[in-house]
């Protein structure tokens, strides 16, 4: 009996291994869901009136990961005009100043400085092989020019949502705190190449 039941055992094992060859059909329980159409991204299918794959949102609809916050989200006040500086409970929210300072700088590296360099000048490698192959519309300004230093932040903020001339909204890429963050180090960067006068004034103009 005990070696039955062993002969048994080991040939249950043996017909479920993986990779044992059979010639019948799989099993599916509901076909309809194995046999379905795929789609690419933006490939044109047949389904919708618009004959589009991606779907839009549904008018109305709040995500999880949206931010609740107009402020926040937008960078701009309920006044309509753009808010002044980076929300201090953002800040507060991520360690302080200097830890958001320092996220700042890690997203700054990744998305901005190809374009805007490491320092803010307006010369990274984008910047610079636009500037040989004659396309100076395609050069990032420096961030030390008197006019961006004196936009409010929520302008800022709204450029890098929303891109502007040839630069590419980043909101897709980035998330909402950390475009505030890069915001903060665009700052620092500002201060730390500004003229003396300039860098003890860092009241934003009313």
């Known amino acids: 009996m005990r070696a039955l039941l062993i002969t048994l055992a080991f040939a249950t094992l ?15 329980g509901i076909r309809n869901m194995y046999n379905q159409p795929r789609y690419d991204t933006q490939e044109r299918q047949p389904f919708f009136a ?20 107009l402020t926040w989200a937008t960078g701009r ?3 309509e005009g753009y ?6 409970r953002l800040i507060a929210a991520h360690g302080g100043n200097g830890a ?15 374009c805007h360099s490491y320092s803010g000048d307006g010369k990274g490698m984008v910047s610079r092989r636009a500037a040989q192959l004659g396309a100076p519309g395609m050069v990032a300004p420096t961030f030390h020019d008197d006019r961006l230093r004196h936009v409010p932040d929520g302008q800022i903020f709204a450029t890098i949502t929303n891109g502007v001339r040839n630069m590419p909204s980043y909101a897709h890429n980035l998330p909402v705190d950390d475009r505030w963050a890069i915001v903060q180090y ?12 300039v860098a003890g004034n860092t009241e934003q103009p009313q």
């Open 14 to 28: 043996a017909t479920g291994c993986i990779g044992a060859e059979s010639g019948e059909p799989p099993v599916v």
């Open 50 to 69: 618009d004959q589009r794959s991606m779907r839009p949102g549904v008018e109305g609809t709040v995500s999880r990961e949206m931010e609740r916050s």
């Open 77 to 79: 006040a309920a006044d």
């Open 83 to 88: 808010v002044l500086e980076v929300p201090p």
């Open 100 to 114: 958001f300072l320092e996220r700042g700088r890690d997203r700054y590296d990744i998305f901005c400085a190809p």
């Open 186 to 197: 665009v700052r620092a960067l500002q201060l730390s190449q500004a003229p003396a006068s």
